[in-house]
């Protein structure tokens, strides 16, 4: 309501009550001119003179009255006055709304809200990657802690421990065959202290994943193709969505191809990725040929020079020979299309999915061959060891991890920032690590 109709409705209501009043003031008049006699009497023993008491009267009874009158016009104001004393906004913004809400909050709610509100504070980028694996970082460093801190000694029973505590963190049996190699290669040298388990395992770590990090190029091509592929579920939609946002936001030119055409709502959910990021998608309707899709996107992506053709495909299971081959048959459509597309097949692999993680991965490298992994989910498992495993073993480069749904949560895969977060001691402070 307009703060002028507020007012109108007040003089209303004021208007009434001067009405209210008067009559009022009339019959108190004309009780009072009955009960003079008795009155004046009263006033005589107060001490007010006979030939003044009437004036007196008057001046009380005035002074009541308006006494009455600027209490309950205080009264009204008080209670329609609106907080701000301004018009209340048609439309109040999100951020007027969620100051509503704070200020309906109890007082103890309110510092719950600003510590949330701390807590929702940027973050750096290690402390989100830290979050991300906190889960992992638990597993490995959280046990590893509590085996090393017990321990006297580091002798063969300890090692034992921390071989199972790597393979529960699915590191992979050869990849913590090396790790523990290692570690005893160091105890021949010199006494193992817990410190140096530490550093040994964090080494030697680093050195696996670094010999297969490559960050993925796209000025190999223009435009460069990515085909994303993967079993059901691991998120290859999202990190789509994920990656043509943060290609967008470098400045490059994106286009979608929406090759799942096995389920409506792919591509739907593909098309609301392609709005949120303002990049175009080029779908079919459902059951559509995906190379028919993966044509026309390559066709578009030449006629409109993007920078980067981004293909879904739909979720497979590796072991399906007719799924397999219709990847081979859009592999073949996009390089007859644009010289050497796709110039990277990206296989997205669900972290949480641990060992099978590898077993997948094997599978499609060898029906399609695959470039680079994005391993995802990595936030909500323990068993983000996978990562060190698929380097070790398979030989391929982690280029993304998906750390969480939001558009951030995905990253470009950075060795050392991974092992410091799965390293680094739980209490260690934000300002320190950035
Ligand atoms: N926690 C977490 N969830 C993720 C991550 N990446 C994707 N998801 C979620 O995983 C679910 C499946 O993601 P999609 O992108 O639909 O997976 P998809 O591989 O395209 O699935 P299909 O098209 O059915 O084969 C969604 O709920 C995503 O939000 C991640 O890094 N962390
Ligand atoms: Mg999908």
């Known amino acids: 309501m307009e703060w002028s109709e507020r007012m109108e409705q007040l003089y209303a209501l004021i208007g009434h009550l001067v009405q209210l009043l008067a009559l009022w003031w009339q019959q108190l008049a004309e009780r009072l001119w009955l009960q003079r006699e008795q009155l004046r009497l009263w006033l005589e023993q107060l001490g007010v003179p006979a030939e003044q008491s009437l004036i007196v009267l008057y001046a009380c009874a005035y002074l009541l009255v308006t006494l009455l009158v600027v209490l309950l016009v205080w009264r009204v104001m008080r209670r329609r006055r609106p907080v701000t004393g301004r018009p209340a906004p048609q439309q109040p913004s999100i951020a007027a709304q969620d100051a509503a809400a704070v200020a309906t909050k109890p007082v103890a709610g309110e510092a719950t809200e600003a510590v949330t509100r701390m807590a929702e504070a940027p973050l750096s980028l290690f402390e989100r990657m830290r979050r991300g694996l906190a889960k992992t970082h638990d597993a490995l460093w959280g046990r590893l802690d ?12 300890v090692l034992e421990e921390l071989e199972e505590i790597l393979i529960t963190a699915d590191f992979g049996v ?36 670094r010999a297969e990090v490559a960050p993925l190029e796209l000025s190999a091509s223009q435009p460069f193709v990515l085909l994303v592929v993967g079993v059901n579920g691991v998120g290859k939609t999202t990190t789509i969505g994920k990656l043509a946002q943060q290609f967008k936001k470098q400045g490059r030119s994106v286009l979608l191809g929406a090759g799942d055409t096995f389920r409506a709502a792919a591509a739907e959910q593909l098309a609301i990725w392609g709005e949120r990021c303002e990049v175009p998608v080029i779908r079919h309707s459902e059951g559509a040929d995906p190379a028919a899709v993966a044509f026309d996107a390559a066709k578009a992506a030449v006629a409109r020079k993007v920078d980067l053709l981004i293909v879904d495909t739909a979720g497979r299971l590796h072991t399906k020979v007719n799924l397999m081959e219709e990847m081979k048959k ?19 692999l ?12 094997r599978l499609f490298q060898q029906a399609v061959g695959v470039g680079g992994i994005v391993l995802t989910k990595l936030d909500g498992t323990a068993k983000g060891g996978v990562a060190v495993a698929i380097a070790a073993e398979l030989g391929l480069p982690v280029r993304y991890i998906g750390i969480g749904e939001g558009i951030d949560d995905l990253r470009p895969f950075d060795a050392e920032m991974f092992v410091d977060a799965l390293f680094a001691p739980p209490a260690r402070s934000t300002s320190e690590q950035s």
């Open 330 to 348: 859009i592999h073949r459509v996009l390089g007859r299309e644009i010289a050497g597309a796709p110039h990277e097949t990206l296989l997205v």
């Open 174 to 209: 050869k990849t913590t065959t090396a790790l523990m190699t290692a570690l005893q290669q160091r105890a021949r040298s010199a006494e193992l202290t817990a410190e140096a388990v530490r550093a040994v395992l964090r080494e030697e770590i680093l050195a696996l994943l």
């Open 146 to 157: 509590a085996v090393l801190g017990r321990a006297e000694r580091i002798d063969a029973a």
């Open 350 to 361: 669900d972290a949480s999915t641990g060992q099978n993680a590898l077993v997948q991965a």
